[in-house]
Every structure is written in C-alpha cells, then in structure tokens.
C-alpha cells in the first residue's frame, strides 16, 4: 500500500515539475525567476514549513530510542539534540570549510538512503556506498548545470577560497561524480530486479530537469520540500495509522507542527541577528544551509540509533 502511494507522489512530484519546467520556458529569465529578494524568501518559507516539519517527529521518535537505553527523563534527549546542532553552528563558524564537506558527505548519503530504502532494503557495504554516490546527485547536478551560482552559495558558506580554486581548475571531477551518480541510480534498478523501476528513473530525471533550468537555491528547495520531505512525511503518516493514510497525515500534522513553529522561529531571530553583518539574500542562504546542518547531524544521529537498535 505504501508503495502505491509513494508511485502517486513521485507521478505528482513529476508532474508539478512539468509545470514549472512550462512555466520557465514561457517566461524565461523574467524577474519573478529572477528576483534576488522575492526568490530566497520564498524558499525559505517553503522550507520553513513544509521542508523542516518532516523532521520535527524526531521528538516522538525519541520516545522508542528511549525506552531502548531505559531512560525516563525526556528532558536528557532534547538537552542532546540541541547541544549538538549548537555544536555543529560553533564548529561551522570555527571550521567552515571542514563542517561544510562533512555536511555535504552526511547529508549525501542521508538522502541517497532516504529516498532508495523504501523500494530496496539492503544494507551491504556496497549498498551505503551506492547511496552516498546516488544522494550527491543533489550536490554535483547543480555543480555541473550552474557552477558559478553554486560556488557563490560555497562562498557565502564560507568554503575556502583554494577549494572554490581547485574546483574551478578540475571541472572534470564534477563530470565524472555526476555520471556516478547516474550510475547509482541504476545500480539501485538493477539490484531491484527492475521493481518498481520507475520511481528511481523519474527521481533522477526530476532532479536533473530542475538544476538545469532552476538556479540551485529554486531547485534544492523544490527538492528538499516536494520530494525529499514529503516522501519522508508518508513514511510517518503510515507509520502513525497503518489503516488510514489521511488520517495518518493528520496525526502527523498535528504532532509536527509545534516543533516547526519553534524551529521557524528560531530561524527567523538568527536572520534578525545576522541581519547587521550581512546583506538579506547572504543572511538566507546561511541561516537555510547552516541551519539545516545543525538538524541533520542529530536527525541522521538518532535515526542510526533507532535503527542499529531495533536490528
């Protein structure tokens, strides 16, 4: 049943991607597309809300991690998972460029794994290579169809300056990742006995279409929304009622949106903060990026947990 599903989103996902692949073409580089102000806000709204929520379950989650190691005290699990994203904000402005890469490699594989493991259950050595070279796709396509936009979003992260060098001097490096990637799709269609293989198949294709006529903000943010999350948030709706998915969907609502607010509010006073250092457009893309990493680590942390635990 939850295949099926996941078959309607990925048919909808493809479809509101024509839409806006019409929409591109009929009014080109028109300032709606364009628009250095109205474009970042928008995408942090969209990952404001529906793009965080699908993390803010990680609060109920906790609940099976703790009755694993037997603790009582839920306080403990949300005093954790903030150290860490502090943590992991501290380490950025200490070590940008290290924390980056980590970021990209973690957060690569996290949704090379995400968005496999519904269709394909393995968990060979080769398989969490493969998934780490099929996630980057959403790292090397935008390198590969906008380089100089995207080493613009590295700079403002605070890459360093020789790196953004060595990229620019080996551009091979991203063609060749970006064929990996391909050939980790179809590693994943080929271990799959060609099931299902169409999910995979519009995935890539999905992706590829939006970094090429999207800048990389506009396509991560469709991604990470509309493809990425959502796939994320019927897994949990399923999850919360097995027998009726809407209903599940309602449940989730309502259990995710009080830690979004919270975490939408805390991005919205970062931006506030940082507002005095930097320009707007800077301020969005490192208060998205950053932010972002300073939930994935912990996420991916208790996602690994539950999981080695409940094996």
Not at 12 to 41: D, H, K, R
Request: glycine residues 4%; aromatic residues 18%.
């Amino acid at each position: 049943m939850i295949k099926k599903t996941y078959g309607k989103h990925i048919f909808y996902f493809s479809a509101l991607t024509i839409v806006l692949l019409i929409f591109a073409i009929i009014f080109g580089s028109n300032q709606i597309l364009t628009n250095e102000l109205i474009t970042p806000i928008v995408c942090l709204f969209l990952i404001l809300s529906v793009g965080i929520s699908h993390g803010a379950m990680d609060n109920y989650k906790a609940n099976k991690l703790l009755l694993i190691y037997k603790i009582n005290n839920k306080s403990i699990f949300f005093i954790i998972y903030i150290l860490i994203s502090i943590f992991v904000i501290l380490f950025w402005n200490l070590y940008s460029s290290l924390t980056l890469l980590f970021f990209l490699l973690f957060a690569s594989y996290h949704f090379g794994r995400e968005d496999t493991s519904f269709l394909h259950g393995g968990n060979s050595n080769l398989d969490q290579l493969l998934y780490l070279i099929k996630g980057s796709m959403i790292v090397f396509s935008p390198l590969f169809f906008h380089f100089d936009e995207t080493l613009k979003i590295f700079e403002t992260l605070l890459l360093r300056k020789e790196i953004l060098i060595f990229l620019k001097d080996e551009h091979w490096i991203i063609n060749i990742f970006l064929c990996l990637n391909i050939v980790g799709y179809f590693y994943f269609v080929y271990k799959n006995k060609l099931k299902d293989f169409e999910i995979l198949f519009l995935d890539m294709l999905n992706i590829l279409i939006l970094n090429y006529v999207f800048t990389p903000l506009i396509a991560f943010t469709i991604y990470f929304c509309f493809l990425h999350s959502i796939r994320h948030i019927i897994s949990i709706s399923y999850e919360l009622n097995p027998s009726n998915f809407l209903d599940g969907v309602k449940a989730f609502i309502k259990k995710a949106l009080p830690l979004t607010i919270v975490t939408a509010v805390l991005y919205l006073l970062a931006i506030v903060f940082l507002s005095n250092s930097y320009g707007l457009n800077d301020v969005i893309i490192k208060v998205i990026f950053i932010g972002l990493a300073s939930l994935t680590f912990p996420h991916i942390l208790l996602e690994y947990l539950i999981e080695k635990n409940e094996k």
